[in-house]
């Protein structure tokens, strides 16, 4: 009887291994978005659902001073790119390939593109995670690079940056008055990069 069960488990049908791997679509700089809204629409027309899975934009949020105010904008990791889920196939590849906006796939050869590791795919996706969760600023700067001072008491004044809090958005820059450096610490909406 222990037979019978084993056999009866043995002749259950295992899930099929999924054939979709990730690939990287090069499109138009700033159309990103577009072509994974055209992928989509195509790939619902051609009822191909089940040949694609996720469409990536590489994104992260960012915090940019507009007008002295603080404003969350996306900016893209990979200006150009867009990752795409998909068993490749003839049908696939020309449903891709032909897609307003797309100029190809990276990697590969021609008509046989290679796909990325899921471990760049995770790295990706943890990177954009962590923009949603904790937005960077559009600007970033660097211990000891020299910047101008644009308003306040010190403007015109160059100086090198000392320290860096982007939890404050504020920059310690060290300039020189009467010729002595001294420390000042400045929004970093007050200065810019020289």
């Known amino acids: 009887m222990s037979e019978d069960i084993a056999s009866t488990e043995a002749a259950a049908p295992a899930p099929a291994p999924s054939n979709k791997r990730w690939y990287v679509v090069h499109a138009y700089s ?46 893209r990791f990979y200006p150009g790119y867009v990752l795409v889920e998909m068993e490749m196939a003839d049908d696939t590849w020309h449903l891709v390939k032909h897609t307003s906006k797309v100029t190809g796939f990276v990697g590969g050869a021609k008509n046989r593109p290679s796909p990325i590791s899921e471990a760049e795919v995770a790295k990706i996706v943890t990177q954009m995670q962590e923009g949603v969760e904790k937005p960077r600023p559009k600007v970033e700067w660097e211990v000891g690079e020299t910047v101008r001072v644009k308003e306040g008491p010190f403007t015109d004044f160059n100086g090198a940056v000392e320290d860096v809090n982007y939890d404050k958005s504020k920059v310690r820059v060290s300039v020189t008055i009467f010729g002595r450096a001294t420390p000042v610490e400045l929004d970093f909406s007050q200065v810019e990069k020289v």
């Not at 994974?36 to 619902?44: A, K, S, V, W, Y």
């Not at 659902?49 to 603080?70: A, C, H, S, T, W």
């Open 30 to 75: 700033g159309m990103e978005k577009a072509v994974e809204r055209n992928l989509r629409e195509r790939i619902d027309r051609a009822g191909m659902q089940d040949k694609f899975g996720r469409i990536l934009v590489p994104m992260e949020e960012v915090v940019e001073l507009k007008n002295g105010k603080k404003a969350v904008t996306e900016r």
